[in-house]
Nanobody
Framework: HVQLVESGGGSVQAGGSLRPSCTNSAGSAESTLCMGWFRQAPGKEREGLAALGSDGALSLAESVKGRFTISRGNAGNILYLQMNDLKPEDTAMYFC??????????????????????WGQGTQVTV
């Protein structure tokens, strides 16, 4: 039901923007899932960034609020992470994740990795 593939990472100068994307190649429309974005830098723990529920509930970590946002494509089959004003400390591997079946999908701050049971392979972002 869920097989996630990220793309759209890359190298960018400080202050620039990137928009990684995530698709589910296994069939279930992403609009029916609880989806999230996480990142992990070398030597650091995985960090939750944003989550988007099937009902449109949106969660953003305080650490990236105002610079990052999460959204779905119009057809509901692609997930984006818009990242603006990138900083060197944003350098990390960025992962898309899904919670299936979808459960509670709202966080007052960062989404928690333990709540997500499907993960993509990641896309590297270097600032």
């Amino acid at each position: 039901h869920v097989q996630l593939v990220e793309s759209g990472g890359g190298s960018v100068q400080a202050g620039g923007s990137l928009r990684p994307s995530c698709t589910n190649s296994a069939g279930s429309a992403e609009s029916t899932l609880c989806m999230g974005w996480f990142r992990q830098a070398p030597g650091k723990e995985r960090e939750g960034l944003a989550a988007l529920g099937s009902d449109g509930a949106l969660s953003l970590a305080e650490s990236v609020k105002g610079r990052f946002t999460i959204s779905r494509g119009n057809a509901g089959n692609i997930l984006y992470l818009q990242m603006n004003d990138l900083k060197p400390e944003d350098t990390a591997m960025y992962f898309c994740a899904a919670q299936y079946p979808a459960g509670f999908c709202f966080y007052w701050d960062a989404p928690e990795a333990k709540d997500f049971n499907y993960w993509g392979q990641g896309t590297q972002v270097t600032v």
